[in-house]
Structure formats: structure tokens, C-alpha cells
């Protein structure tokens, strides 16, 4: 039978490329984005109580209702935002679903999505699986700053929606809060709906401040808001995240997440939302993750490595202009086999392939993970 696939130019994602890989030459895995570390033993123990007590059944197809009141708790005390868990939070398996839901809900055939590129690689093939179609536009180094005039030179009546992702994967930037007014200006004028991917919400540095959609007051009714606890409380293969919008929004938003996964597993839930009642669990991952930064910097000096301005997320993107000339991906396969070191070539987030010569690596690792990294980039 000819099989005529709907994602003909996709492949086996860079992630899992350079994960096994760094399997097959025993590289320290500095490319895919998970942490090496434990995680607190009191999130297990929660999660194991409530296994015990029998919730091993169905959850509610929007979320087991403590878990949406405990999420509808940490907005209010976040972004000073009123939420109603009843009808504006949607738990999902993880923040790919929820936005593949969320783009699903809204994106229709013919549909324009605007992409900022370096992006996560789920957004293009979710808008074109739904018969959208990507509009890319590159955010270029040292800052990635959105490049407005393209912004505004490529919305056309076809427009449907805008993707944002602050703090940013893989560049480690944020958007600011005249980045976040200007969208919501645009949205207004242009009937747009803005999905902002906010998984490393709390992953923030240098005193700097998250600005969430959910902040600002005029979005309230065109912005979708993805989060994911996989990446707050170091359980990335958890899976569990959640969705959050208006209740006009939510409602269709939650027409395709029941068709999508309906549900999401049910000890977590009770166990994360216990966990969520001491805010001390969550506030301090800034500083958590601020000094695996800074320690990891400390190792790439005296290497031929140069990083960039990282604000935010748990990746460092580094340029290596001095070192080689290599196309990045050519670089990183060599480094993993060579030098036994997986990194992420960059120019994979890129739908054209633009290749500034950096790689990212993960510090989301133990310090002795990241002093043996360091030690082979030393050597280079």
C-alpha cells in the first residue's frame, strides 16, 4: 500500500538522534533536556500514598479538581491573576499536549501560524498536521530579539495565531514586558490569539522577571498559557502539564484534549497537588537552577567555547566561530563520537536550517556531570 505520509520532511527528532547516539559511544549527555539529579523524595512519597489509597482509576477529563484549584492557587499568587479552575485549567500529559490541543482547537486548513525560530520542534508539525501553515521568522544571535517589522510585514488576513516561548528553548532568552504589550496590541488589531509555551517559567535569572500572558490583563481573552511540571520538579518523564485560558478558550481547548489523551495519570495528579501547597517547593527553582548555570560557566573557561546571555530555561547555547567551521550538526556528531559529549546543533530549530555555529547544552545535571564536561571541552 502507498502510504502518502502528512509530515513528509520529518524524521526522528535531533533529541532522540543524539541521545542514543551518546548511548552507543558512553558520551555525557549534555543534549537532550532531562535532569541526571533525584528528585524530592517527598513528591514520590505523595505520589505512592495516593496509589496506595486506591486513586489508580480515571481522572476527570479536565484534571482532578485539587490539582486545578492548587494550579488556580499559584496564578493568583503569581500573576495576580483571578483564575477559575472549573473552567480555565485544563491538566494535560505533559506541555506538548497541551499544545497540540491548543493549536488543534483553534488552527483551521488554510490557517497562518506565526513561528519564531529558533522554536521546539512540535510547533510546525502540529499547525501543518491541522492543515495550518507555519510562518517563520528568525530570531537572531547574540539576543534573539523579536525582529518586529518582520512581525508586522507578515501577518496577513489568513493570521490565525502567534507562539511564543519565554523563558526561551534553546536560547535562553525572555521576552519583556514591551514585548509581551506589543503582542497584545497586535492580537487586538488582527483577531490573532497569542499561545505562549511558559514550561520553564520558573527557570529565571539575574533578578530578571517572567512575564506571563497571564499578567497582562488585555490578553486575558486571546492567550493560551502552557506550563509543565515535568520541568518545574526535575519528573520530565512524568509527563504532566497543564493548559490555561479564558473559558471561552478553554472550552475547545478541552473539545480536542478529550480526543487526544482524555486524561492524565491519576496519583500524580493527587500526588502534585499536594506538593503545590508549600509554594517554598517551587519559588526557589530560579536560584536552584542559577547556580548550575554559573557553576557549568565556570567549566567552559579556558575552553574554545564562547556562551551566550542565558536569562532563563536550563540550556546555554555556546558559539564555537573560534574553534571550527564545521556545520553545527556535523560538529556535535563529531564531538559525541570523538570527544564523548552529545550536544544539540542549533540550527535543527531552525526550519531553514540557519546555522550560526552553536550548539546547546543542557545544565540541568549533577556538578560532577557538568565538571567532566567541562574537562573535555577544555581539551578541545
Not at 507562539?163 to 535562553?172: A, D, E, F, L, S
Not at 546555522?355 to 557538568?370: G, I, N, P, V
Request: net charge negative; with cysteine; aromatic share 10%.
Amino acid at each position: 500500500m502507498e502510504i502518502q505520509s502528512r509530515l513528509p520532511e520529518t524524521g526522528t527528532s535531533i533529541f532522540t538522534v543524539m541521545s542514543r547516539l551518546a548511548a552507543e559511544c558512553g558520551a555525557i549527555n549534555l543534549s537532550q533536556g532531562f535532569p541526571d539529579f533525584d528528585i524530592d523524595p517527598d513528591l514520590i512519597d505523595l505520589v505512592h500514598v495516593a496509589m496506595k489509597k486506591g486513586h489508580n482509576q480515571y481522572a476527570p477529563m479536565p484534571g482532578l479538581p485539587a490539582l486545578r484549584s492548587a494550579i488556580a492557587d499559584v496564578i493568583q499568587r503569581t500573576y495576580l491573576r483571578p483564575t477559575d479552575p472549573e473552567t480555565e485549567v485544563t491538566v494535560t500529559p505533559g506541555g506538548t499536549a497541551a499544545l497540540y490541543a491548543s493549536i488543534t482547537a483553534f488552527v483551521r486548513s488554510g490557517d497562518e501560524v506565526i513561528i519564531f525560530d529558533p522554536s521546539y520542534d512540535s510547533y510546525g508539525p502540529a499547525v501543518r498536521l491541522n492543515g495550518g501553515v507555519p510562518i517563520h521568522i528568525n530570531l537572531l544571535p547574540p539576543h534573539f530579539d523579536i525582529p518586529w517589522d518582520e512581525v508586522t510585514a507578515a501577518l496577513t488576513p489568513r493570521t490565525r495565531m502567534i507562539i511564543v516561548n519565554t523563558p526561551h528553548n534553546p536560547c535562553g532568552s525572555i521576552l519583556s514586558l514591551s514585548d509581551m504589550q506589543k503582542f497584545s496590541d497586535l492580537c487586538h488589531r488582527h483577531n490573532l490569539i497569542l499561545l505562549s509555551d511558559e514550561v520553564y517559567e520558573r527557570i529565571i535569572f539575574e533578578g530578571k522577571t517572567h512575564h506571563s500572558v497571564l499578567a497582562n490583563s488585555d490578553l486575558k481573552d486571546r492567550c493560551v498559557a502552557v506550563f509543565s511540571f515535568g520541568k518545574t520538579f526535575h519528573v520530565t518523564g512524568w509527563k504532566t502539564g497543564y493548559v490555561v485560558a479564558s473559558p471561552a478558550l478553554t472550552q475547545e481547548i478541552r473539545k480536542t484534549h478529550q480526543f487526544i489523551s482524555f486524561s492524565v495519570n491519576t496519583p500524580i495528579q493527587y500526588g502534585v497537588a499536594a506538593y503545590l501547597q508549600n509554594p517554598s517547593r517551587y519559588e526557589s527553582l530560579g536560584s536552584f537552577y542559577q547556580e548550575k548555570r554559573d557553576f557549568f560557566l565556570t567549566q567552559l573557561e579556558g575552553s574554545p567555547f564562547r556562551p551566550l546571555p542565558c536569562f532563563g530555561s536550563y540550556f546555554q547555547l555556546v558559539s564555537y566561530n573560534g574553534y571550527s567551521t564545521e556545520k553545527d550538526r556535523n560538529l556535535a556528531e563529531r564531538l559525541t563520537r570523538e570527544a564523548g559529549l552529545a550536544t544539540i546543533p542549533v540550527s535543527v530549530f531552525y526550519k531553514d536550517g540557519s546555522d550560526h555555529r552553536l550548539l546547546r547544552l543542557c545544565f540541568a545535571k549533577k556538578e560532577e556531570t557538568l565538571q567532566a564536561a567541562g574537562q573535555i571541552l577544555k581539551k578541545l
